[in-house]
């Protein structure tokens, strides 16, 4: 079985999850956006019970950014390293990825709330919402 690694910028945080993401996929929800100052964010999304913190939980501070989401961040450096969900999702920032998934992007979620001066120009399948019961 593959194991995917992940870190912040500095090191202090290393994490993993078992098998390839059941998605990656753009999130284009304005709280993404401005967490991350970015059109959009492109998460692997994993199960929650595949995902474990390797070293540096310590250096984690989370952020409650609507009920049920916390999104945690290394206090040290500042990087965006993943969200926990009320489904048992945890949306892994890509960009924290230190190994590769097997596909790229699958598909772009929060359409409706897309930064207006940003076009999406692929034709992966667009979602409103999100596409796993959100």
């Given at each position: 079985?593959?194991?995917?690694?992940g870190?912040?910028?500095?090191?202090?945080?290393?994490?993993?999850?078992?098998?390839e993401?059941?998605a990656?996929?753009?999130?284009?929800?304005?709280l993404?956006?401005?967490?991350?100052?970015?059109?959009?964010?492109?998460?692997?999304?994993?199960?929650?019970?595949?995902?474990?913190?390797?070293?540096?939980?310590?250096?984690?501070?989370?952020?409650?950014?609507?009920?049920g989401?916390?999104?945690?961040?290394?206090?040290t450096?500042?990087?965006?390293?993943?969200?926990?969900?009320?489904?048992?999702?945890?949306?892994?920032?890509?960009?924290?990825?230190?190994?590769v998934?097997?596909?790229?992007?699958?598909?772009?979620?929060?359409?409706?709330?897309?930064a207006?001066?940003?076009?999406?120009?692929?034709?992966?399948?667009?979602?409103?919402?999100?596409?796993?019961g959100?």
């Open positions: 079985m593959v194991v995917h690694r870190s912040c910028l500095c090191g202090a945080v290393e994490y993993e999850f078992d098998g993401p059941l990656l996929a753009n999130c284009h929800c304005s993404c956006r401005k967490s991350h100052g970015a059109a959009f964010v492109s998460h692997a999304v994993v199960p929650a019970p595949v995902f474990r913190i390797l070293r540096g939980a310590e250096a984690l501070s989370r952020y409650a950014s609507s009920p989401y916390r999104r945690a961040f290394c206090a450096c500042g990087s965006r390293l993943f969200e926990e969900t009320p489904r048992g999702i945890v949306a892994v920032a890509a960009g924290s990825l230190d190994s998934p097997a596909e790229g992007p699958r598909l772009h979620f929060f359409v409706g709330s897309k207006p001066w940003f076009t999406i120009t692929d034709d992966l399948p667009r979602f409103e919402g999100e596409p796993w959100g």
